[in-house]
């Protein structure tokens, strides 16, 4: 009875996520059209209508894009669950592997190899096809495969050895496991921000300090004021990827680092870089990353809680299409982990406005913090040239912005600025 019930609340939400999900693109992509052949006011001496367009255009390609993906995600999820999928496959990896580590692993493996092969052709659409009719894509073919090999090569490195600690806290540890599950995972996500400027960044990316000595003059200047210090200035080679500029600190503690892609160092001007990187000092020194990280410690603390019940219970499995007790002698561990990480998009999608909703008020926070040190008048047109750059559209739909975007719409983001400077 509960396995019956579970399975109807399973495909009640995924229909309501998928129904809501294609209605709020609908609207997204009316929104965008309806405003194509006219550039909002306070936008209209400084962005073209042809670059505005152009913005409308890549927003309806990607969102339409979006959409179908949507439907082979959920064709895809329910073939893995209710349809068998995921049964089939536990029972050939059995096969070879028998009962034991191994399975777990090996389960684990096979699933993420055929995901991996699903999604493929949208990668690769994505970057050829679509990034590439609007100019944006600078990646070669051998380029896309070289990254490919090496996320692979990287997932083996490092994650086959997390997932074995996992599975085996799952099976040594008693009814508490997931709390030490919780104390492993929190640390492997502090030692990866760690390692991340310095060990795996250099691996996709080319990174050279910071040249032009005036710019760098500037920049430090800006993190004397605000008391931010950094291992270094530098220059990410993001130009043989993407024609996209951006600008972000990583790493953690001492191993602070600020990059700067080259495309966004071409296109602007150096009190605009000043104000840019002011801007993402100001998620710094508020805060905002300390607070983020913590939010994913307690909301992974919760999930990790929450499977460690779900795990014992016949229905879970069952409502989602896998016999627990068909394998002799196999661990549940790993399919308990994969059902989990299924099922739970499904039942949490409707609560990402709230996480939009804290990621706008903190970027709200940090224009300020920027407009405080630097000259908002600078930031304003730092931004109005990386949303032309990006083809970032400047009339998204309300509502779509409100569930999706983790930054404000562009005409709200520069009003509140410009108060800033009058």
Do not use: C
């Amino acid at each position: 009875m509960y396995s019956h019930a579970f399975s109807i609340l399973f495909v009640t939400f995924l229909v309501l996520t998928l129904a809501v999900r294609f209605w709020l693109a609908s609207r997204h992509i009316r929104h965008v059209l309806a405003h194509r052949n006219a550039v909002p006011a306070e936008f209209a001496e400084k962005i073209p209508l042809a670059a505005h367009q152009k913005a409308a255009d890549y927003t309806i390609a990607r969102t339409k894009f979006g959409m179908l993906g949507m439907v082979v995600n959920a064709a895809v999820l329910v073939a893995f669950t209710l349809l068998g999928g995921l049964q089939w496959l536990s029972v050939e990896v059995y096969k070879l592997a028998g009962p034991g580590m191994g399975y777990q692993i090996g389960l684990l493996v096979a699933y993420a190899a055929i995901s991996g092969l699903v999604d493929l052709p949208f990668d690769y659409y994505k970057q050829f096809g679509l990034e590439q009719r609007f100019g944006f894509n600078k990646m070669s073919r051998g380029l896309f495969f070289a990254d490919l090999a090496k996320g692979v090569a990287l997932a083996a490195v490092i994650g086959l050895p997390l997932v074995w600690v996992v599975l085996t806290l799952m099976d040594k540890s008693g009814g508490l496991w997931w709390l030490y599950a919780w104390f492993v995972w929190s640390g492997f996500q502090l030692l990866m921000m760690v390692l991340f400027p310095t060990v795996i960044a250099p691996l996709f990316n080319k990174f050279t300090p910071l040249a032009d000595e005036s710019l760098k003059s500037r920049i430090e200047g800006l993190m004397q004021r605000v008391g931010f210090a950094s291992k270094g200035l530098f220059v990410m080679d993001g130009s043989k990827r993407s024609a996209h500029g951006n600008a972000y600190f990583s790493g953690f503690g001492a191993n602070k680092r600020i990059v700067f892609f080259d495309t966004l160092l071409s296109r602007l001007a150096p009190q605009e870089i000043e104000a840019v990187l002011a801007h993402e000092l100001g998620h710094f020194k508020l805060k905002h990353i300390v607070k983020r990280i913590g939010m994913m410690f307690a909301v992974s603390l919760a999930f990790l809680a929450l499977l460690g019940w779900l795990k014992n219970q016949l229905w879970f499995y069952t409502g989602l299409g896998v016999d627990p007790l068909l394998l002799p002698g196999a661990s549940n561990n790993a399919m308990a982990l994969l059902l989990f990480a299924l099922a739970l998009p499904v039942f949490t999608f409707l609560l990402g406005p709230l996480t939009s909703l804290s990621s706008r008020k903190h970027e709200f926070e940090a224009d300020a913090f920027a407009a405080r040190h630097t000259d908002a008048r600078d930031l304003v047109s730092a931004l109005v040239k990386m949303y032309e750059d990006n083809a970032s559209t400047l009339t998204p739909d309300p509502l779509h912005s409100a569930f999706y975007d983790s930054h404000p719409p562009a005409s709200v983001r520069i009003r509140q600025l410009n108060l800033a400077v009058h």
